[in-house]
């Protein structure tokens, strides 16, 4: 079962953040978040990777062509060109296709424009943004069980505030950015049947959740996986600084590779 994640887009919200390097490159501790969503599929087994390209996607593509020199101390010898990689940092086991799928591309083109790289009967589909303590064969055992063409994950948003805890107007506790037990977001974290490609297109304009997310649950086609555990996106600036915090604290509830 192949992963495949969306990784073309703009990311303009992270302003300068995003003016030399596209969104997925934006790096949480020392490495991009999109090795982090990597790592959480990693963890469960699923290293065969499709990722989907657009806006500065060279960069994307030189970080894992040159994975090693990136992330390893090496010594060069300039007599001969030679170079001996310190192996400081693990080497994943991951299979990784990059695909370049359009500048302005939206999603649901870049997935069709995909379509040759994509196999198996089923595959997992995320956005290059997201973060979650997810069980990723849960995920899978939920969607096998119930048929559909689309399984989404349903998560409940972090509040964008502190939440106050009061009883007669004394404070109990203050808790940053909780996660909200009203309402459920699309998170990422999906699982689709190739039958999902048949409500695209290959056009620039074709969207993924507004056009065919639509169609499908109007066919009855979409199943809602409900992530009991924490999630976040790395949207704008301040889900930057709270990332690389709960990073540096050793707090990463994604973390689960070293749990």
């Given at each position: ?67 090693d020199l ?51 009967k089923n ?124 990073w540096k ?11």
């Open positions: 079962m192949k992963v495949i994640i969306f990784a073309g887009g703009w990311g303009s919200r992270l302003g300068q953040r995003t003016n030399l390097i596209p969104k997925p490159m934006v790096n949480i501790g020392d490495k991009p978040i999109l090795w982090h969503i990597m790592k959480i599929y990693s963890y469960y087994g699923y290293n065969d990777f499709i990722i989907l390209l657009g806006v500065k996607g060279e960069i994307i593509k030189n970080y894992f062509v040159n994975y990136l992330n390893n101390n090496l010594t060069i010898d300039l007599s001969n060109n030679a170079i001996k990689f310190h192996k400081n940092s693990e080497r994943p086991n991951w299979k990784i296709t990059l695909i370049d799928t359009g500048l302005n591309t939206l999603k649901g083109g870049r997935l069709k424009r995909a379509e040759k790289f994509i196999t198996d595959n997992m589909l995320t956005y290059g943004d997201g973060l979650a303590d997810i069980n990723i064969p849960e995920l899978i055992k939920f969607h096998e069980s119930h048929g559909k063409i689309l399984t989404i994950t349903g998560v409940h948003p972090p509040s964008r505030f502190g939440e106050l805890v009061e009883e007669q107007n004394k404070l109990i506790s203050f808790e940053e950015k909780p996660q909200t037990s009203k309402g459920l977001i699309n998170g990422g974290f999906m699982v689709f049947n190739k039958k999902l490609l048949d409500y695209l297109t290959d056009d620039e304009d074709c969207d993924f959740e507004h056009g065919p997310l639509i169609e499908l649950t109007k066919d009855n086609e979409v199943m809602v996986y409900k992530h009991k555990g924490l999630w976040n996106c790395l949207d704008n600036e301040r889900d930057y600084v709270y990332l690389n915090k709960l604290e050793n707090k990463a509830f994604w973390r689960i590779w070293e749990k």
